[in-house]
């Protein structure tokens, strides 16, 4: 089982920017993919991003691309996801999940057993 702690949300202006942290522990193995899900009020939750740890494989939601950046620091056992350019559509929870998975490619949600707790990112004037 993976553990994982959320940081770094907050409230930003529209066109702000923001860095989430994902800090993981426990059994990290090779093929561990760090994923962000968002849930907005009233929504259902969604895919953000996806990255596996050995090699910063990454797959985004169409509707972030060009605007969130997911990395990962291996010796760290941390994941980020840098926000640029935020719009109000963008205010959610945001979790961090984890999943065993030994393709490259975003593992299936259901694939996803370990979530962090989330935290709020709320774009506002």
């Known amino acids: 089982q993976v553990q994982l702690v959320e940081s770094g949300g907050g409230l930003v202006q529209p066109g702000g920017s923001l860095r989430l942290s994902c800090s993981a522990s426990?059994?990290?193995?090779?093929?561990?993919?760090m994923a962000w899900f968002r849930q907005a009020p009233g929504k259902e939750q969604e895919f953000v991003a996806d990255?596996?740890?050995?090699?910063?494989?990454?797959s985004y939601a169409d509707s972030v691309k060009g605007r969130f950046t997911i990395s990962r620091d291996s010796a760290k056992n941390t994941g980020y996801l840098e926000m640029s350019n935020l719009k109000p559509e963008a205010t959610a929870v945001y979790y961090c999940?984890?999943?065993?998975?030994?393709?490259?490619?975003?593992?299936?949600?259901?694939?996803?057993?370990?979530w962090g707790h989330g935290t709020q990112v709320t774009v506002s004037s």
């Open positions: 426990g059994r990290i193995s090779s093929n561990l993919h």
């Open positions: 990255i596996r740890l050995s090699d910063s494989a990454t």
């Open positions: 999940a984890a999943a065993q998975f030994i393709w490259a490619t975003r593992p299936p949600d259901s694939a996803f057993g370990s």
